[in-house]
């Protein structure tokens, strides 16, 4: 079935850095976009930015530019996520959601289990 | 601050009907979508191109936009529907999206 499996949770250390991986199966991986959006514990979603899974071209939320690296491996079907220099506040569970493209105007259909990142010495 | 807006909470009496709404000015642009999300699960797409279900999604739910509003409509609330729902639409610029807050809906 269609569906997207993330990488388990991470325990990282204020100006560490992590990588959240997103495996695609089911589907063709290069058809469709993939997003990526945070919650911090209580709170609501935050679109934190997209990755064309055809050109590789990744385009971030205001906020995130400079400190968010977003990639693909489409060998494996996999996107990644790697946000450095962590602090307290990054702490939040990470989802990746695949873009169901033009036909239904690039809503989020499919979304990972999410990865809990918590940051803290 | 998001750039759509929604109520906190919302609450309904068990078979009665909701509306949810969510605001913004980029919505007189690009349709909304609906997403439902219970404690401890990811979040799933409820409507999406202002009021298409995808298969799994009960008929009960439907969407509609007006202007600068889009809206979640559930006719004969269930238990089960008790859940955060979010909006989500592309952002004023075209190329970047944005979630509402949040609407908590609680089904009595």
């Known amino acids: 079935q269609v569906q997207l499996v993330q990488s388990g949770s991470e325990l990282k250390k204020p100006g560490a850095s992590v990588m959240v991986s997103c495996k695609a199966s089911?589907?063709?991986?290069?058809?469709?976009?993939i997003n990526w959006v945070r919650q911090a514990p209580g709170q609501g979603l935050e679109w934190m930015g997209w990755?064309?899974?055809?050109?590789?071209?990744?385009t971030y939320a205001q906020g995130f530019t400079g400190r968010l690296v977003l990639s693909l491996d489409t060998s494996v079907s996999t996107a990644y996520l790697h946000i450095s220099s962590l602090q307290a506040d990054d702490t939040a569970v990470y989802y990746c959601?695949?873009?169901?493209?033009?036909?239904?105007?690039?809503?989020?259909?499919?979304w990972g289990q999410g990865t809990l990142v918590t940051v803290s010495s | 601050s998001s750039e759509l807006t929604q109520d906190p909470a919302v609450s309904v009496a068990l078979g009665q009907t909701v509306r949810i709404t969510c605001q913004g000015d980029?919505?007189?642009?690009?349709?909304a979508s609906w997403y439902q999300q219970k404690p401890g699960q990811a979040p799933a797409l409820v409507i999406h191109?202002?009021?298409n279900r995808p298969s799994g999604i009960p008929d009960r739910f439907s969407g509609s936009n007006s202007g600068d509003t889009a809206s979640l409509t559930i006719t004969g609330a269930q238990a089960e529907d008790e859940a955060d729902y979010y909006c989500?639409?592309?952002?004023?610029?075209?190329?970047?999206?944005?979630f509402g807050g949040g609407t908590k809906l609680t089904v009595l």
């Open positions: 980029s919505l007189r642009s690009y349709y």
């Open positions: 990755i064309n899974t055809n050109t590789g071209n990744p």
């Open positions: 191109s202002k009021n």
């Open positions: 989500n639409s592309r952002d004023r610029s075209g190329y970047h999206w944005v």
């Open positions: 089911g589907y063709s991986f290069s058809t469709y976009a």
């Open positions: 959601a695949r873009g169901c493209g033009g036909g239904c105007h690039d809503a989020f259909d499919i």
